[in-house]
């Protein structure tokens, strides 16, 4: 748990841990929560979990988040995607093509093509189409780009708690 200050705004951020063992530990950090940022590594899309050496991180990744999507608890939570890692991603996808990864992909090399393929994989999780997903391709190491993305966030969210209060 992590709390901290936008501006003025306080928040509170739970890292509920990226290792499957940890998962489980998950379902108590949700209670009246108003909107869920998930961070996936847009570089990994070619490499593998620690834990299971079989098992693509970028898939794992994409199943994690269609489970979450899918729980009956957040069908009107609004999602916060970070794809985060892009400046690794932008020189990882000049010498290691999508496509062994996603045999659907056929951008090549192109790295805004690759980017789009993967933002889209991630956006055709949502079931629910009245909920909101909103999506950041981020290099968290920018620390203006952070805070745009940051300043858009917090609108997101305040924007879901004046919804649930009726003032919006």
């Known amino acids: 748990e992590t709390k901290f ?4 705004t306080p928040f509170i951020m739970y890292d509920v841990g990226g290792q499957r063992g940890e998962r489980k530990k998950w379902i108590h950090c ?4 108003r909107a869920i940022i ?7 899309y070619d490499q593998v979990l620690q834990e299971d050496a079989k098992k693509n991180r970028m898939i794992e ?3 994690l988040f ?11 939570i609004p ?11 932008l020189e990882k996808i000049k010498v290691s093509e999508l496509g062994r990864t996603f045999p659907g992909y056929y951008g ?24 909101r997903v909103y999506t950041h391709i981020t290099t968290a190491i920018d620390t203006d ?5 940051w300043e858009k966030t917090k609108t997101v969210i305040l924007c879901s708690n004046l919804q649930d209060g009726d003032l919006l």
Do not use: M
Not at 5 to 8: Q, V, W, Y
Not at 38 to 44: D, Q, T
């Open 108 to 131: 090549g090399f192109d790295a805004e093509e690759a980017q789009q393929y993967i933002v889209k994989r991630f956006l055709d999780r949502n079931a629910y189409p009245k909920r």
């Open 30 to 33: 949700f209670d009246g929560v």
């Open 145 to 149: 780009e952070i805070r745009q993305v």
């Open 5 to 8: 200050l936008i501006g003025e």
């Open 66 to 76: 269609e489970g979450i999507l899918s729980l009956v608890w957040f069908r009107e």
């Open 79 to 89: 999602i916060i995607l970070f794809l985060n890692k892009n400046d690794i991603f």
């Open 38 to 44: 998930f961070v996936a590594s847009l570089s990994e």
């Open 61 to 63: 990744s994409l199943t």
